[in-house]
């Protein structure tokens, strides 16, 4: 234990960059958003200012929106208006990740923000409801010390390409597969 902790201090005195970083959270497990607002609270605990665009999902009903709406440290924007499954309109789903995408921009965009989170955005790249360079551009061109969260599965190899920091959730089992509906408090 002395030679592991020997390592791992050394670790983080070579670790002297400050600056902020894009996190990927995908893959096909359970987990993504949910690490994301863990994210959210984190640094709403630390005195940041959060930014949250939720891309595809339409729901206005979870938990996290209703506890975070009542944190005045987040700004917290359902953009979509549900799984494209659900929509059936692609070009009624595209103009809707089109406007949340200049909510999304406004945020990057914005110093006062520590920390965006871009729930789901993945989907509106690879459906080609966003123009991927240009949401790439918009991401590089944040301020310097803001953090991003990108969720959502099959995050673009540019897209992971550019990030610090890239989480895969891995399925392993999955309890609506077995017939159970998504319970409160879990997965709302």
Not at 124 to 136: E, F, I, K, Q
Not at 151 to 161: F, V
Request: aromatic residues 6%; charged residues 30%; glycine residues 10%.
């Amino acid at each position: 234990m002395a030679r592991k902790k020997a390592l791992i201090d050394a670790a983080i005195d070579r670790a002297d960059q400050e600056k902020g970083l894009l996190l990927v959270l995908t893959g096909n497990g359970k987990g993504k958003s949910s690490s994301a607002f863990g994210m959210a609270a984190r640094a709403v605990g630390h005195g940041m200012k959060v930014g949250v665009a939720q891309f595809i999902k339409g729901r206005t009903d979870t938990g996290e929106e209703a506890f975070f709406r009542r944190c005045p440290e987040i700004e917290w924007h359902v953009l979509g208006e549900g799984f494209t499954w659900d929509t059936q309109d692609r070009e009624r789903d595209i103009a809707k990740a089109r406007e949340g995408w200049e909510v999304a921009r406004r945020m990057l965009s914005d110093a006062s923000f520590n920390l965006v989170i871009l729930d789901e955005l993945t989907y509106t790249m690879n459906y080609g409801y966003l123009d991927s360079d240009r949401v790439m551009a918009d991401i590089a061109a944040r301020p310097h010390g803001q953090h991003v969260v990108v969720t959502g599965r099959a995050a673009s190899d540019a897209l992971i390409a550019a990030a610090d920091t890239v989480t895969e959730m891995a399925d392993v089992k999955h309890a609506w597969r077995a017939g159970i509906k998504a319970q409160p408090g879990i997965d709302l």
